[in-house]
T-cell receptor, first 119, second 115 residues
């Protein structure tokens, strides 16, 4: 079974500072990896995804993540934090969902990291 | 594109009643839909996976008679919480995916409160 570990349940940065959210995964097959953001009482929005192409993945809102196989990591970064970046961030790994007629993938999520941005 | 809606966004019900939550893919055909449950300040827990026209596949520990899932069309899946109790209070989120694609598109969630 695949799993995801997000180091740090809460990260606090100053506005304009570097954002670094850590994610490590375990997988017996080449993984697909995702970062999602969730604002209070809302669903999840995809920030970026790695699907075995370029190891440095650029996403929306200035975020990017680098897939490092040797470290089994997929850390999320942003050079300069904005107040609007304050939210919960989830790292996820996908595996085939199976089931009849299904060729889709189900996601296993990390426990999430709450990012707060201080003025 | 790839918009998923959920209805209702919030529901409050009395203990013992049943509640139905709808999940719709508005601009694409979703061969697979997923239902998640999220407790306060917790991660998402996958409850079940449903493929259009097939029975849902439930994750270990999820009561299939308690949480009835129907995926009757390529754009609609429903989750019915039967005989709801206060411990069923939670945030329920659905997602939808197209066949062969590994990306899921998430709905905005439904806040269920059982009194």
């Amino acid at each position: 079974a695949q799993s995801v570990t997000q180091l740090g349940s809460h990260v606090s940065v100053s506005e304009g500072a570097l954002v670094l959210l850590r994610c490590n995964y375990s997988s017996s097959v080449p993984p697909y990896l995702f970062w999602y953001v969730q604002y209070p009482n809302q669903g999840l929005q995809l920030l970026l995804k790695y699907t075995s192409a370029a190891t440095l993945v650029k996403g929306i809102n200035g975020f990017e993540a680098e897939f490092k196989k040797s470290e089994t990591s997929f850390h999320l970064t942003k050079p300069s934090a904005h107040m609007s970046d304050a939210a919960e961030y989830f790292c996820a790994v996908s595996e085939p969902a199976g089931g009849s007629g299904g060729s889709n993938y189900k996601l296993t999520f990390g426990k999430g990291t709450l990012l707060t941005v201080n003025p | 594109g790839a918009v998923v809606s959920q209805h209702p966004s919030r529901v409050i019900c009395k203990s013992g009643t049943s509640v139905k939550i709808e999940c719709r893919s508005l601009d694409f055909q979703a061969t697979t839909m997923f239902w998640y449950r999220q407790f306060p300040k917790k991660s998402l827990m996958l409850m079940a996976t449903s493929n259009e026209g097939s029975k849902a596949t439930y994750e270990q520990g999820v009561e299939k008679d308690k949480f009835l899932i129907n995926h009757a069309s390529l754009t609609l899946s429903t989750l019915t919480v039967t005989s709801a109790h206060p411990e069923d209070s939670s945030f329920y989120i659905c997602s939808a995916a197209r066949k062969g694609y590994n990306e899921q598109f998430f709905g905005p969630g439904t806040r269920l409160t059982v009194l």
